[in-house]
């Protein structure tokens, strides 16, 4: 049985906040600079390949929204250090298969409803929920971990929903300068006016690690299964969409890593059973939301690599977004800040 308070330490300890930042994105950068140190390692502590790599990667976050190294630069000259000393930032995660996070929805007469569960190590302990007004993109409120420039899942003044998860897929044959996971997710919701704009746009990015992308907006939900060899999208079926932490399309199951964990597998059957119980529900949103607290498999995790952080549910044609700020089976859905402007 699970004992839900065995990572209440953990959570208790966490950096949950909430506010608000505007600007341009160097503005921005240099904000949160000048607030919050940054994780990770620098450059002294990296290893000179990784290092030639991460600068490769850099040069593609530059081609393709170069706002997001302007905001690292102006965090750099808040904390007054070199931005070379970020630029593990951009190079994560490349190849390694992580196993995280679940996203299900269902379509109602009032478009999609969503909800989203995050789950990871306890060492990650920095969990702000930000309202971001970027000068010239689109404003959106969602998830920032430290990763700078990144966010980990959100909605923008478009309606438009976005969450990451772990793919499941064995690394690349060689690994390929591109962006990470928290880049694609920030630049998706700051560019996409539609849940298919942003489809487009994950699909057209370069990737360095296998992620699924969790997308939806007033009308239409996708999850796109990435990786550095080969991207594909899937939609709905009977009105239902569930992500969790393996390809399912079947032009990417030949990636699949070979250890793709049984949790994964069993909390995506949960979520769809949850979906189909929430399509035939007066209020779909109650049931999803009981749905992430569930401790059989769990979907509500709370042992470290699989400890949920945070939860949110998003209803985008009602303009609405809740999150719960730690584990939902302990802590409530607050409604969050519309990011309108």
Request: charged share 20%; aromatic share 8%; with cysteine.
């Amino acid at each position: 049985m699970i004992d839900p308070t065995q990572d209440l330490p953990q959570e208790q300890a966490a950096d949950y906040q909430t506010y608000t930042v505007a600007g341009s994105h160097r503005e921005i950068g240099h904000w949160q600079g000048e607030r919050f140190p940054a994780v990770g390692p620098d450059r002294d502590d990296m290893d000179p390949d990784h290092y030639d790599f991460a600068r490769k990667c850099l040069d593609q976050v530059e081609r393709y929204y170069p706002g997001l190294v302007e905001e690292a630069e102006g965090y750099a000259e808040a904390a007054d250090q070199p931005v070379e000393d970020l630029l593990w930032h951009f190079c994560l995660d490349a190849g390694k298969p992580p196993a995280h996070c679940s996203t299900v929805g269902v379509l109602t007469p009032d478009g999609p409803v969503l909800a989203r569960n995050y789950d990871f190590f306890y060492f990650e302990d920095r969990r702000h929920l930000v309202t971001t007004h970027p000068a010239g993109a689109l404003s959106h409120t969602g998830i920032w971990e430290g990763l700078i420039g990144g966010r980990f899942d959100g909605v923008n003044e478009a309606g438009v929903w976005v969450s990451i998860h772990g793919g499941g897929t064995r690394r690349p044959a060689k690994a390929t300068p591109g962006l990470g996971f928290h880049l694609i997710c920030r630049t998706a919701l700051e560019r996409a006016r539609s849940a298919r704009e942003a489809v487009d746009l994950i699909v057209r990015l370069p990737h360095i690690a296998g992620y699924n992308y969790f997308v939806a907006d007033r009308e239409a939900m996708y999850v796109v299964e990435a990786h550095p060899e080969r991207v594909r999208v899937r939609e709905p079926k009977s009105g239902i969409l569930a992500c969790t932490n393996h390809p399912l399309h079947p032009e990417m199951l030949p990636l699949a890593h070979t250890g793709i964990a049984e949790n994964s597998r069993g909390r995506l059957e949960r979520l769809l059973e949850g979906a189909r119980q929430a399509l035939a529900a007066p209020d779909p949103a109650a049931v999803l939301q009981a749905t992430m607290r569930d401790h059989t498999v769990p979907v509500c995790g709370h042992t470290d690599g699989l400890a949920t952080f945070w939860s949110a549910v998003c209803i985008p044609g009602r303009h609405h977004v809740a999150y719960s700020l730690g584990a939902p089976c302990r802590n409530a859905y607050t409604p969050a800040v519309w990011p309108a402007v």
